[in-house]
């Protein structure tokens, strides 16, 4: 079974700087990684899919790259609506594999 | 609009059975997979399983295989989560989400389920 890895837990840092959210595999994922967004009391939602691409109505200042077993999420200039907490999750081998999220990390203010 | 709608919050005693459920609209819905997904109080995601609404066709985590049963019926576009026997421990938010072409890409607002004694 692929273990999912993400670091820091917790990222603080003020609105307007960059932050940078790694996750790791514990074996080979090809580009088959997502990554959500959650903020508090609301569903989860899709950011970036096949470990690079954009999900529809995400803005630009999110960023995803990596492949195999290293990715990295990006916000090139955090809003204050971008506090919330991350996940990653694999994909790799569907069908008929399974998914696996990482544990999260959590992005407040610095 | 693509929309998952769960069926409202639930609170049960140990060894009590309960089904929950997700009703798809705005697509097909017999075109796209539909899994389920588990989040304890205060803890991250865990993916459950999944099925295809139209051939039944269903996968189970490992961690939940023979904890819970998926099922759906395409006749009313509705997926379903059911357990046989609540333990305390299955206390938790549990959302459905549609697995499109982008990934997970729509998810219903989350049934929370509390099995207390």
């Known amino acids: 079974e692929i273990v999912m890895t993400q670091s820091p837990a917790t990222l603080s840092v003020s609105p307007g700087e960059r932050a940078t959210l790694s996750c790791r595999a514990s074996?080979?994922?090809?580009?088959?990684l997502a990554w959500y967004q959650q903020k508090p009391g609301q569903a989860p939602r899709l950011l970036i899919y096949g470990a690079s691409t954009r999900a529809t109505g995400i803005p630009a200042r999110f960023s995803g790259s990596g492949s195999g077993t290293e990715f990295t999420l990006t916000i090139s200039s955090l809003q204050s609506e971008d506090f919330a907490v991350y996940y990653c999750?694999?994909?790799?081998?569907?069908?008929?594999?399974?998914?696996?999220f990482g544990p999260g990390t959590k992005v407040d203010i610095k | 609009e693509v929309q998952l709608v769960q069926s409202g919050a639930e609170v049960k005693k140990p060894g009590e059975s309960l089904k929950i459920s997700c009703k798809g609209s705005?697509?097909?819905?017999?075109?796209?997979?539909i899994g389920w997904v588990r989040q304890m109080p205060g803890k991250g995601l865990e993916w459950m399983g999944i099925i295809y609404p139209g051939d039944s066709d269903t996968r189970y985590s490992p961690s939940f295989q023979g904890q819970v049963t998926i099922s759906a019926d395409k006749s009313i576009s509705t997926a379903y989560l059911q357990w046989s026997s609540l333990k305390a421990s299955d206390t938790a938010m549990y959302y459905c989400?549609?697995?499109?072409?982008?990934?997970?890409?729509?998810w219903g607002q989350g049934t929370l389920v509390t099995v207390s004694s």
């Open positions: 705005g697509y097909s819905f017999t075109s796209y997979w």
């Open positions: 989400v549609r697995l499109g072409d982008q990934g997970f890409d729509y």
């Open positions: 999750q694999q994909y790799n081998n569907w069908p008929p594999g399974i998914f696996t």
């Open positions: 074996q080979s994922v090809s580009s088959n």
